[in-house]
């Protein structure tokens, strides 16, 4: 039986930002999809609990310009929006956001206080030289 990491989010006006918080996990894997579908795997833990989610995005990204750093503590990915404009909400359809999702309160900003580009998260020298897989082959 699969378990659920804690994911927190953010976004701005061209980009969401994604963390998945799963301390020193093992064998980390995450798909993006054009139109929005994310999905991640990994095990972790002193027992190798398996850790999945997938989550349908509320409008479609760029996989191309999207981007991943994986981390000790978390995996943080900056996914590029398809078509700049804010999100109502992280995923599209009517359900309930899932419990382990959360609002990432440190990197939101609200719409009106965006300054664009130069108002960008600063991250710090994070690599970002891991590859994302998607249905068309690597990035």
């Known amino acids: 039986m699969s378990r659920h990491p ?12 994604i963390t998945v918080l799963l301390a020193d996990a093992v064998d980390a894997k995450v798909n993006l999809e054009p139109e929005g579908t994310f999905t991640f795997s990994a095990t972790a833990g002193a027992e190798n ?13 760029n996989v191309e310009e999207s981007k991943i ?8 990915c900056v996914v ?3 078509e700049k404009g804010w999100w109502k909400k992280l995923l599209r359809g009517a359900d309930k956001t899932p419990h382990y999702v959360k ?5 939101w900003v609200d719409e009106d206080d965006d300054g664009g580009p ?22």
């Not at 804690?6 to 930002?17: M, P, S």
């Not at 750093?69 to 943080?76: C, H, L, V």
């Open 49 to 61: 609990h398996f850790f999945e989610l997938k989550l349908d995005l509320y409008d479609k990204v």
């Open 103 to 107: 609002v990432d309160w440190d990197k």
């Open 118 to 139: 130069a108002a960008d998260l600063d991250l710090g020298g994070m690599d970002f030289s891991v590859w994302i897989f998607y249905s068309g082959g690597l990035i």
């Open 69 to 76: 750093s994986i981390g000790a503590r978390s995996i943080f």
């Open 6 to 17: 804690e994911v927190k989010w953010a976004q701005r006006l061209d980009k969401v930002y």
């Open 80 to 82: 590029e929006k398809a």
